[in-house]
């Protein structure tokens, strides 16, 4: 499957954004969706994932301001991110693994990576 990320911006501290994932190649509904980020000199983070039984999961520090969602008709995930904080700032990638029911907040279990796309908060 091929990922494409997009949906970044530039938005002030308290804005929202959404992310979309938007795959090729194979269809999600069997398929999980985890999306990552990477501030600048931090390593790679798992933001959430979605599975393709519905299960969602989050990082402690986006709970209640995040929500991770599918079309199955536009096969894209999306990652609706809302009181954005300077902190959020990092370049956001989605992955997929295959016929998966799970989801993995490791990126070792993932098998395709879109491009990422920068999310820039300010204060």
């Known amino acids: 499957v091929q990922l494409q990320a997009s949906g970044g911006g530039s938005v002030q501290s308290g804005d929202s954004l959404r992310l979309s994932c938007a795959a090729s190649?194979?269809?999600?509904?069997?398929?999980?969706i985890g999306w990552f980020r990477q501030a600048p000199g931090k390593e790679r983070e798992w933001v959430s994932c979605?599975?393709?039984?519905?299960?969602?999961a989050y990082r402690e520090s986006v709970k209640g301001r995040f929500t991770i969602s599918r079309d199955n008709v536009m096969n894209t995930v999306y990652l609706q991110m809302d009181s954005l904080k300077v902190e959020d700032t990092a370049v956001y990638y989605c992955?997929?693994?295959?016929?998966?029911?799970?989801?993995?907040?490791?990126?070792?279990?993932?098998?395709?990576w879109g491009r990422g796309t920068q999310v820039t908060v300010s204060s």
């Open positions: 992955a997929a693994r295959g016929k998966s029911r799970l989801c993995y907040t490791s990126g070792d279990y993932y098998d395709s």
């Open positions: 190649g194979s269809t999600l509904d069997s398929t999980t």
């Open positions: 979605l599975s393709s039984d519905g299960s969602t």
